[in-house]
């Protein structure tokens, strides 16, 4: 189908179609795909760390139209890595799962997507940036890496700080722009143990702690951030990007109820 095509069937509406420009490679686990489309040029500036959702059809592939009356596409939710508004082009950092035969809709997608193609869109949701603090602490997995190397690009020159994150391989162990105070602490393997390597750090007083990781490891960092540093809520984000053994849809239910309980 044309892009202009595309564009006529989804003016106003919520689903917005972006065009493939490029797909590199960042690494053994990561690509890199950018993305243009009119609509982005209407996006706040300072979208980068933000969100937005990649939609698809239920058979997998991406969803290229205007979705039926009554119907939902699937939608996964990614991180802004990087907006330029004036280019009308979008960067995304996706994480490949191993075996595509078996990974989900989104890794399928970018590991094959070409320059080209067409994908529907909806968005964009704000960052969840940091609060202010003398001291960050940010922790994550490899789904929250595009997230957290945002976040680093946008903390002040004279931040310190910590960064904890876990990779599957050594070589996904990227080079990271980030404030000369803040320490990058990499973890390798198929899951690491975040808050083991949290619980090594000094840490001050005044603190500012992100975290987003896998379901089961951010109520373990919850816990302490709650139970050992006793820090305000609002010096805290933790949130799960994914459940194991569930699917994201499985996953968001949990993470619901897990909100709800927690008030």
Not at 186 to 198: C, N, S
Not at 205 to 227: H, I, K, P
Request: charged content about 20%; proline content about 8%.
């Amino acid at each position: 189908m044309a892009a202009n095509s595309i564009i006529a069937q989804t003016q106003n509406t919520r689903f917005q179609p972006l065009t493939v420009l490029a797909n590199q490679s960042l690494s053994p686990s990561m690509r890199r795909l950018t993305l243009r489309g009119d609509v982005l040029a209407n996006w706040p500036d300072n979208s980068d760390g933000g969100y937005f959702k990649l939609c698809f059809e239920h058979d997998g592939q991406p969803l290229q139209r205007q979705p039926d009356e009554g119907q939902r596409p699937l939608m996964r939710t990614y991180t802004i890595r990087h907006l330029d508004t004036a280019q009308q082009q979008l960067q995304v950092d996706v994480m490949l799962h191993g075996d595509q035969d078996h990974s989900g809709p989104a890794s399928r997608w970018a590991a094959k997507a070409q320059p080209g193609s067409h994908i529907m869109i909806a968005g964009p949701g704000p960052a969840k940036s940091p609060a202010p603090a003398q001291h960050y602490l940010l922790v994550g997995d490899m789904t929250a890496l595009p997230a957290i190397s945002a976040h680093l690009e946008n903390l002040p020159a004279d931040a310190r700080g910590d960064a904890v994150i876990a990779v599957p391989d050594s070589g996904d162990q990227l080079a990271l722009q980030r404030p000369s105070g803040v320490n990058i602490h990499w973890l390798t393997g198929p899951q690491p143990d975040l808050l083991a390597k949290v619980k090594t750090l000094s840490l001050p007083a005044d603190l500012a702690v992100w975290v987003a990781c896998e379901f089961d490891q951010m109520r373990a960092m919850r816990q302490f951030v709650r139970q050992q540093l006793q820090l305000p809520r609002q010096q805290t984000y933790l949130s799960s990007y994914w459940k194991a053994g569930r699917s994201e849809d499985e996953h968001k239910v949990l993470k619901q109820k897990d909100q709800a309980h927690e008030g």
